[in-house]
């Protein structure tokens, strides 16, 4: 599908990559973008129209659809990171916000904007992931969990939805330039990078993007991961916990 002349929603497009995605789709000349917000008055980008919405919420989640009954295109975006491990973290709260955000919300944002978007043509679903959909890290352990949920709602919904001709999109990525990556001492890829490589994906047609070394790698060596993947992170493991 085109860019030009669609009707997108971004969820979390108050700061970070959801920013970055709404100003590339305005860019690209949407014929509406909806920038959808826990706090609607941190939606600034010129020519977004700013929603009200916690993907947490299943009652806002169905008012959303309703009033954006004209969608075409849904960037699942939102997501939260608690680096929190399996086993030292104090309590599961964190998992379970990871779960609820970043599979329960998302899940919930795809049933709710499948009949949108079938109504309205098809259309794209993009649902943001990231490396750590592939592997576990022990350093977001929790993350990584909620991520592999949301790659497997990804691969099914796929199939679900090709009836109703709606491209669903796969996005992975390792570190990205925003608030969330802000404590890792490593290559960081630009949000405009990362919405520029998936919109062009969308208008391409393709089903997945590995918007970065880090995740062509992961991918690449994902039949050998217990040579290629897990070795060296086991190795990063034992010298954090030998240095604390
Ligand atoms: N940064 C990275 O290194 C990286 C790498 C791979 C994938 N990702 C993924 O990229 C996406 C965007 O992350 P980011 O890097 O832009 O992080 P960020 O700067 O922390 O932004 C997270 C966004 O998600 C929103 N959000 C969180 N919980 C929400 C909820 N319940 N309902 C609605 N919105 C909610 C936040 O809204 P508030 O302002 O209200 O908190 C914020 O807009 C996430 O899915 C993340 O997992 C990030």
Same mark, same amino acid.
């Given at each position: ?30 014929? @509406? ?16 129209? /700013? ?5 947490? =919420?299943?009652? $806002? ?20 990171? @608690?680096? #929190? ?12 916000? =990871? ?13 709710? *904007? ?15 992931? #990231? ?16 991520? /592999? ?38 290559? @960081? ?6 919405? @520029? $490589? ?7 047609? $393709?089903? =997945? ?5 880090? #995740? ?19 190795? *990063?493991?034992?010298? /954090?916990?030998?240095?604390?």
């Amino acid at each position: 599908m085109q860019i030009s002349g669609s009707i997108a929603l971004v969820t979390g497009a108050g700061r970070g990559l959801g920013r970055a995605y709404a100003s590339e789709l305005v860019r690209r000349g949407a014929a @509406k973008v909806y920038g959808a917000a826990r706090n609607p008055a941190a939606v600034t980008e010129p020519g977004v129209v /700013a929603v009200q919405l916690d993907i947490t =919420e299943p009652g $806002q989640v169905s008012l959303a659809a309703e009033q954006c009954a004209d969608v075409t295109l849904l960037v699942n975006n939102a997501g939260v990171m @608690k680096a #929190s491990t399996f086993i030292d973290a104090p309590n599961l709260d964190a998992a379970r916000l =990871e779960m609820e955000t970043n599979y329960f919300g998302t899940l919930t944002m795809c049933r709710a *904007f499948a009949p949108v978007l079938a109504a309205n043509g098809g259309g794209a679903i993009v649902n943001m992931l #990231s490396v750590t959909s592939f592997y576990t890290n022990p350093f977001d352990a929790s993350y990584g969990a909620s991520k /592999a949920a949301a790659l497997s709602l990804t691969n099914g919904i796929r199939v679900e939805l090709a009836h109703c001709g709606t491209l669903v999109v796969a996005v992975h990525a390792s570190f990205i330039d925003t608030e969330m990556a802000a404590a890792a001492i490593a290559p @960081k890829i630009s949000p405009e990078s990362v919405a @520029k $490589q998936v919109f062009d994906a969308v208008e391409a047609g $393709q089903i =997945e993007v590995l918007a970065d070394e880090r #995740s062509r790698f992961v991918k690449a060596s994902l039949s050998r991961d217990h040579e290629l993947i897990y070795p060296p992170i086991q190795e *990063f493991w034992d010298s /954090a916990i030998n240095a604390s």
